[in-house]
C-alpha cells in the first residue's frame, strides 16, 4: 500500500474500527452472558402492554438498545411499541400516542425508559385519565433518575425502578432485570437479582482494569432501586 494514499489509509482505518467494534460486541455478549432462566409460573391472567423509548445517542448505541430489547420484551409481552428520538426532545406526541394505544388493547401498560439522565415522566402529563389509570410499571435507566420515584407515582405508575448514581452503568443492570421481569419474575425477586449478576460483572471489570476503575463503587452507583408495588411481573 501506498502511504501517501489517503484513500488506502482511510479504508484501512476504518476496517480497524470495524474490527475493533466487532471485538467490543463480542466481548460485551460474553460478559453479560446469563444462561438458561427460570420462567416462574403465571398468575392472574391479564392482557400487559410495554412502551419503550431510547433518547437520541451515537447510531451504534441505538442499535445495540434495539437489537437487545425489541426481541427481549416484544416476545413476551401481548403489546409492544419501540421508540427512538432522532434528536433530543423529540418523539413526545409518539410516546403519548403509543401509550394511549397500549392502554386501549391491554389491561396494564408497562414503560422502559431507555435514556441518560431525563424528564420523561413529564410527559405523561398529557395522557388521558384512562390511559394513565392503566400505568404500571416504569423502568428508567437514567443516571440519578432514582429520585424521581414520586413524580412517577404521582402520574400513576405503580412500581417504579431507577438508579441512584450520577455515574451509573446501568444497561448492565437493564439486561438481567429485562430478562427476569420478563420471565415471570416479580419486579423485587428480578432486581435482586439483576444487582447481584450486576455487582459481580462491574467487580471482575475493576479487577481486569487493575483497579483503573472501582468496580465496587460503580456496582452501587448502578444499583437498581425499586419502589411502590414490587411484586408485579409479567404474567
Given amino acids: 500500500m501506498n502511504d501517501a494514499d489517503p484513500i488506502a489509509k482511510g479504508a484501512e482505518q476504518s476496517w480497524r474500527r470495524v474490527g475493533l467494534l466487532v471485538v467490543v460486541a463480542l466481548f460485551a455478549a460474553w460478559w453479560l452472558s446469563d444462561g438458561p432462566l427460570e420462567s416462574r409460573p403465571r398468575g392472574i391472567e391479564q392482557r400487559v402492554a410495554a412502551v419503550a423509548i431510547r433518547d437520541h445517542v451515537i447510531p ?12 427481549t420484551l416484544g416476545g413476551r409481552y401481548d403489546h409492544f411499541a419501540y421508540i427512538t428520538q432522532d434528536f433530543h426532545g423529540d418523539k413526545r406526541r409518539e410516546f403519548v400516542e403509543a401509550i ?3 392502554a386501549s388493547v391491554a389491561d396494564a401498560v408497562d414503560l ?3 435514556a441518560h439522565g431525563n424528564d420523561f415522566v413529564f410527559w405523561l402529563h398529557d395522557l388521558s385519565p384512562a390511559a394513565r389509570g392503566k400505568l ?25 425502578v431507577g438508579h441512584p448514581g450520577e455515574t451509573s452503568v446501568s444497561p448492565v443492570f437493564y439486561v438481567f432485570f429485562a430478562r427476569r421481569f420478563v420471565r415471570g419474575w416479580n419486579a423485587r425477586d428480578a432486581m435482586v437479582d439483576a444487582n447481584a449478576q450486576t455487582t459481580r460483572r462491574l467487580e471482575l471489570f475493576g479487577w481486569a482494569t487493575l483497579g483503573m476503575f472501582d468496580g465496587t463503587a460503580l456496582a ?11 411484586t408485579v411481573a409479567v404474567r
Fill in 112 to 114: 422502559w425508559i431507555l
Fill in 220 to 230: 452501587a452507583a448502578s444499583a437498581g432501586v425499586v419502589t411502590g408495588d414490587d
Fill in 100 to 102: 394511549e394505544h397500549a
Fill in 136 to 160: 404500571r410499571l416504569a423502568y428508567n435507566t437514567g443516571c440519578a433518575n432514582a429520585y424521581q420515584a414520586q413524580s412517577w407515582h404521582r402520574q400513576g405508575v405503580r412500581t417504579y
Fill in 60 to 71: 451504534f448505541q441505538k442499535f445495540g438498545t434495539k437489537l437487545f430489547t425489541v426481541p
